[in-house]
Every structure is written in C-alpha cells, then in structure tokens.
C-alpha cells in the first residue's frame, strides 16, 4: 500500500552495580565538535558525513521537496540518453544508484518532521512534502509489504520512465557485472521496473496501475469500515465484575446507567481478559462469549466481499506481471520465496507445538472446570484462563517489577551491552543541533579502528503531536560512491517514555525495556550496515530478514545475567532485581506460547491459502481451518474471522508468516552462538561482520547458513517452548 511508509541526569552511582553503569557513561563521553558554524541550523555542518537536514522550517520542506523532484528528473533524463549500444555501469548504473544514496536523506529530511511534530507549520509542511514527494513517485511504486515499525520511504526508482528501465535492462543484457554486489543491485532494479508492468504493453501497463489503485482503495475500505464500526453491548454492573473501577469508570452509560462496551481493542481484551464472577458463573461465560462474538463479526457482510474481491483482483495483478498467483508474486521478494515453503514451515511448526499446545489446554480446561463447573471449553475462555494460570504461576507484580528500570540506567545498559558484544564505542554528540531540548545524538566508532561508522538520534520522551509508537526510522543508508568514499548511516530511534517528574524518575515497564532493546537491534543493524548500495542498507533488506537481529536481541532481556546490567532498583540502583523475578519473566514469556502461537498460525495459514489459491469460500475455509489447527475448538459461532483481520487486508498479506519466521531463526542463533556468552564479542563481531554488514547485498539464506556453518533450524524455537513450559 502507498503509505506504508515509521536525560541527562545524573544519576547517583554507588557500589559493585554502579561500576558498570559509570564505565558505560565513561564510555558515552561527550564529544564536541570544535568547528560549529554560529547561528547555522544545518545539523550537517555538525555531524561530518551526514546530509539530514534536521530542523527545516516550513518553507524549506516545501522547497526542498521540489529540488528532490526536479534533481530525480534531471538524473534519469541523463541516463535515459544514453544509447543503448553505449550502455555501462558507470554512465547509467552508477548514477542512479549515487542519486538513490544521496536522495533518501533529503526525502528523509522532509519526511520525518511529520512524526517527531514540533510546530503544526512544519507539521502541515512535512506531510504536504511527502505528497509531492509521492506525486512524483506514486506511479512508480510497487505494492511492497512493510513489516517492521519504521517508517520506510520510498523506492526512490521505480519509475515509471520506460526510458531508464530499457538503458538499465542494456546493462543487465552486457552481463559485464562490476562486483557480485553490483550484478544483484542491477538484477533487483530490473525486477522493480518489471514488477511495475514496465516490461508489459501500454494498455497491460494501464491495467496494472488500475487494479493497483482498486486494491489500493478496497484494502483502504476494509480497514475504514473496522474504524467506522460503532457497535456496543450493553452491560450491567453485575454482569463486568472483575473488570477494574477505573475500567468502569471509563465506560459510556446508557440512559439507565447500563455500561456500554464497544468493540474497541482495548475493552474487548479487558473484558475477555478480566471478566469474572464468583456467584454467578454460568453468567460470566456469557458476557465474555457475547464480547468474544460481537467482536468476531464485526462488519461481517460488508468486509467478506471486500476481502473476496480483494483478493480477486490481487491474483489478477500478479497474473498480468506473470506470477501464477499472488502469494508469487509477494514472496518473490522474500525469503521464503514460494508458497509451498511457507505452508510446509507453517505445518512442520505448528505440528512441533501439538503436544505442548495440548498440554496446555488441558490445564486452561481443569481451570475452567474447577471456576465454572461442566461446561465445555470455548475459543473466547482462552485469554481469560491464560490469565488465571498466571496469575496463579507467577508470583510476578509487575509494578513491582517496573521500580528496577529507571530508564537512564536502562539505556546506560543497553549501550553497555552493544558496544560490548559488537566491538563499538558510543559518543554522545552534545552541541549537535536537534529538534527539541530532549533529543540526544550519539556518534557511533568502531572499538579497534576508531572510524566513525554513523549516527543515531534519540528522541525517546513522550510529546504532543509526535509518532505515537516505538520505532526506528533510517534517515540516512550507508553506500560507497564511485569516487570510494563512504556515505556513513544515520538513524532516529523515537519512543514514548514518560518524562521524570521532580521527585519521580522514568521508570520503564518491563515491556518497554524489550521494546527498547529491540528498537536499539535496529539501530546497530542500521549503523554496522557495509553495503556499497544503499538500496541494500541496514533496514533495506529483506522483510523475512529485517526482524531478525532485533529479535535476536530481544532474548538478553531474559537472561538474568544482561537483565542485570540493564537494571536496578530506583531508589538504590545498587540493589539488584532478584533472580525469582529474572526467571519469572523467562517463563512467563513463553506461558501458553505453544497455544498462542496455533492461533496465529491459523489466520498465517487462512492468508496464504487465499492469496494462492482461486475461488476460495473464506467464510467455509476458517471454519475447517480452526479446529484442525486448534486443537479441536471450534471457531466461534456467529463469527467472521475473516472480515475483521486486517493485516491479511493490507500491509501483510501472504505475508503473515513472517514474523514467526524471523523468530524462528532468531531464536536458532541465539541458541547455537549466543545463549552461553552473552557478552561475547568474537561472536559478536562475528554476527556485525558477516550478517549485519552485508545487509541486503546477499541472499539472507546464504548469510544464516554461513554465520550458522550449517541450514537454519526450526529446532531452537521449539525446544524454547518446551524447556520453559508450566
Ligand atoms: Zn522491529
């Protein structure tokens, strides 16, 4: 889809804890730079290598979005002048490929102040950049998923211009490749023009652009229709007790002071999660069904013919490019290349988990038992009784557990723990120019060589107006031009994290402590990035790919060994969390995870199917599918799955797989080279040098099996589960 596009206190250091958190600080040291240009606003002339433009009024978004669209035109009305017998890699090749490095920054630079908003001027003129920006791009892009939380602009060359794609297909046609690097950059830009039609007929042309814009708006439709859909239950008192007063409290109240329950997120999951009552069980059952079905058929008529032509017209955009299906045509640019490949890594996980899943709805089932007496099992009892075993298992108060992450000492470990494992030393930039008061810059240096290898921006407080949601955006990709000199890359980190208040320090909740770990995954897979073309930089790679070094490093927030050194308690940071705690929340991460994980394999499964297969009743298809793979629950009655599940509508169809494919090998290496050294660096360096450095110029499946020195496995992730199991 088109828009797919992402304290400085200091802190009272005592004792054995404090030791490491002052060595990190010393190793941020404040760095100055000495040739500051007074009362510039060009951050670039700061920070040596990089072309963001960070704090553009108004005026110069808009002006300088016109010179990004007037320079494209000028490169490609170059390049499309050359003629075809004298076609190279360094009169055509090389400047698309300089204008694609130098331009993302620019674009970047008009695009970002959109998310990090600090006056409504710039605001307003950062997104009206982005349209002209997407003017000039909109018929030249293709219909890419995005699978990761940042924002990811766009192809700057897919163009429509039939004149570049025929000078760059004479390339190909030379078969003189200039590195292997080049040969895939080459291949990639004709599969990108190809993908666009640009191979096609005029009017086979005209016809991809039009059915990429009905699939544009009927995916658009499917998910306005879910935001538009106003339903609500009505409840009384009696009937929602275990649901919190607070909770309550927040509630509508229709004229008889029963409370309304909308189908928004938020009160579905409190209401199916919490609703209970000790006297009245039969009726506890009941309010959680009537939520759990109101919920399963949201927009039920309207959204199953959208998603049947949806798909209707997605087979016939890819048969047109010549792909025999759409699942062909969207894996072709993953890793798991083909459907077949994802349903066989789909069964051969899910059927792993059956003995552990079964485990665990037997022991969801006892409880029920015990709660409510005979009543059989349903598919809207499951998150309740997840959370009741729980609560029951894990002695885990999570408030409790939040008082051991001031965030200052959070990031001071964090840094610790990267520049460790991955031989880097961070420096914070203090008098680079930024956006507002809060937002730090960092330097990043290799350990050994001392080279700068790019920058990161910090900008983690929460604000009016900004981004609502944890991400990393890439505001500039590494390259090599044809001159040799390297354009190092530049991230933003941006978060939400309650500021202090006197007397009050940020402290993180355990989920956010992940969440920054696996944000700061993206940042170091962004800055050790070593590819020559920035098409093959850090975040730039492949979607089946892209997750996994955050993911990776997700696993050091349960190991009690790296929790600690990102730890302590807030009023004496000396006093470290308790191990009980530390592995608490190592088994609480895979708490009916085998149960959880069936669930989304069954919509991955309803996904691939109907993007791969013609005719396909959706509605008959969920209802075989969810006992088969469920373990015997039948779907809900009354419900619709497929009419209120997004993500198969837009952004990740045929490619809800993705996400346990990356944690599946995620969790293949940490098992096999990081699980027993934490903090080693040679694997470290190992992992920097030969899966995050080449990035996207390689095939992912040849950089696992090599760092690896053998195929992936599924085995690590199962035995995960297993091993921590209730
Ligand atoms: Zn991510």
New binding site residues.
Partial sequence: MSKQKRERNVLAFTGATALAVIAVNFAITAFKRRHKKKGSLDASIYLQGSIVRVNLSAAEILKLADKIVSKSKEVHDAVASVPLDKVTFMNVISPLAELEAQQFPLVQSCVFPKLVCTSDDVCKSSAEAERKIDAHMLSCRINNNDT??YVDSMSMLISNREDVYRVVKAVAATGEWVSPEAKRYIQSLVRDFERSGLNLTISKREEVQRLRDQIDELSLQYVRNLNDDKTFLLFSEADLLGLPPEFLKSLDKAENGIFKVTLKSHHVAAVLELCKCAFEPLKVGRTRRLVAVAYGKRCGGINLSVLESLVELRHKFARLLGYSNYADYALDLRMAKSSSKVFEFLEEISASLTDLASRELLMLKDLKRKEEGELPFGIEDLLYYVRRVEELQFDLDFGAVKQYFPVNLVLSGIFKVFQDLFGLRFEEVLDAVVWHSDVRVFSVFDLSSNDLLGYFYLDIYKREGKYAHTCVVALQNGALSSTGARQIPVALLISQIQKDIVGHPSLLRFSEVVNFF?EFG?VVQQICNRASFARFSGLRVDPDFV?IP?QLLENWCYESFSLKLISGFHQDITTPIKDEICKSLKRRRYAFSALKLKQEILYCIFDQIIHSADNVDIVELFKHLHPKVMLGLPMLEGTNPASCFPRSAIGFESACYSRIWSEVFAADIFACKFRDGLLNQRVGMQFRNNVLAPGGSKEPIEILSDFLGREPSIQAFVDSRAECSL
């Fill in positions: 990761v939380r696996h993206h997750e955050a």
